[in-house]
């Protein structure tokens, strides 16, 4: 049977309900659009725990962690590249941090001059964050702080239920181990934007170049 | 041309290219399943997910091979499938909604832009199919029909 515009149509359209579906798609179209302003990458350092981890240009603390397949990665193996040392909550329950390593992940997936490793305290190496690990599949050390290196920092805040929960913090250490950048935050709705890493890679890299020429 | 003749055309048409592309969908999602499963025929399976994630395909698959003929069949008589209009509209909606939580929960961050385009799509083609579909007849709503 096919249908005319001219059939006779003595039903009633629920004009109520469809005032009320259209208002929960407006609704939804204005989260669509201001979504975004959930978290987002940030293109300023921030330091809201100056007194937490070394300062930029003092030398990072010489640590030895397992990574999730449980092998020891020690910082001075490391040596001779930079390294981006990535602090974070949690892989598990903090939606923020997992867009922030997946970031992270894109932009230094071609970087084979640049180590990356990304540190979580043991308590938040759960099987849901391990297996974030196993499914994104990115070039990064994934390091469980089982010896307390977030907390001697100072760079250990509460995860839900008061479990200990690193807070977000960004370092970016020259081939010497020295600290060329830091980003610490209270709050991981918002973090550096990868681009800025990468800025500062590459003037370190650059530095390291002229220091070389010049030695020759 | 008179504006319930234009509604009635906009619906059919919405309902039509809603349809097709369920159906198109729906085919491809079994046949990455055979693919996959039974019949190797392209160099490399279709979509990056596990066997489970390919049952789940054939079964999606299956579904929207249903809803779109539904959809067809509303495009071919909407008066008498205008329940149709609104099934698809709340599937559409929960179907944005499930792209909006996807954003948010930060795993799908690479493809994030193209969750939120998605979901206004589907959003808007949810308000056209409520907004354009023709109230059924009171036939079908009050009274059984007559046998011929």
Same mark, same amino acid.
């Not at chain 2, 792209?99 to 385009?117: C, F, V």
């Given at each position: 049977m096919r249908d005319t515009p001219a059939a006779p149509a003595t039903g009633r359209p629920s004009v109520a309900g469809k005032i009320g579906v259209t208002l929960l798609c407006v609704y939804l179209l204005a989260v669509t659009l201001r979504i975004d302003g959930c978290y987002r990458p940030d293109a300023a350092?921030? /330091?809201?725990?100056?007194?937490?981890?070394?300062?930029?240009?003092?030398?990072?603390?010489?640590?030895?962690?397992?990574d999730v397949s449980g092998t020891r990665i020690a910082l001075r193996g490391l040596a001779g590249k930079p390294v981006v040392l990535a602090f974070v909550p949690s892989l598990d329950w903090s939606p923020p941090t997992k867009a922030r390593v997946l970031e992270l992940a894109a932009a230094f997936a071609e970087r084979r001059d640049v180590v990356v490793a990304v540190v979580m305290t043991e308590a938040q190496a759960t099987p849901r964050a391990l297996t974030f690990v196993r499914e994104h599949a990115a070039p990064f050390y994934y390091l469980v702080d089982g010896s307390g290196l977030t907390a001697a920092l100072g760079l250990q805040g509460e995860g839900p239920e008061g479990a200990p929960a690193a807070l977000p913090a960004t370092f970016v250490l020259d081939t010497a181990g020295v600290v060329a950048l830091r980003d610490v935050r209270r709050d991981p709705r918002t973090w550096l934007a990868p681009e800025m890493l990468l800025d500062t890679l590459a003037r370190r890299?650059?530095? /390291?170049?002229r220091r070389e020429a010049t030695c020759v | 041309m008179p504006p319930r003749a234009r509604s009635f055309i906009l619906y059919r048409l919405l309902a039509a290219a809603t349809g097709v592309l369920c159906v198109l969908i729906g085919i491809l999602f079994v046949v990455a399943f055979l693919d996959r499963a039974l019949f190797p025929v392209f160099a490399r399976p279709l979509f990056a997910t596990d066997f489970w994630g390919y049952y789940l395909l054939a079964f999606a698959g299956a579904v929207l091979f +249903?809803?779109?003929?539904?959809?067809? &069949?509303?495009?071919?008589?909407? *008066?008498? &499938? #205008?329940?149709?209009?609104? #099934?698809?509209? +709340?599937? =559409?909606?929960?179907?944005?909604?499930?792209? !909006? =939580?996807?954003?948010? &929960?930060?795993?799908?961050? =690479?493809?994030?832009?193209? !969750? *939120? +385009?998605? +979901? #206004?799509v589907l959003l808007v083609a949810a308000l056209g199919f409520v907004w354009l579909h023709p109230p059924r007849p009171r036939r079908d709503v009050d009274e059984p029909a007559p046998h011929a």
């Open positions: 350092v921030r /330091d809201e725990r100056p007194e937490a981890g070394p300062a930029v240009g003092t030398t990072f603390p010489a640590f030895e962690l397992a890299l650059a530095c /390291d170049r | +249903a809803w779109g003929g539904c959809l067809l &069949s509303a495009a071919r008589a909407p *008066r008498h &499938s #205008a329940g149709i209009a609104v #099934a698809t509209a +709340a599937g =559409l909606i929960v179907a944005a909604i499930v792209r !909006l =939580l996807a954003w948010y &929960s930060g795993e799908y961050r =690479l493809a994030a832009d193209q !969750l *939120r +385009a998605e +979901a #206004a």
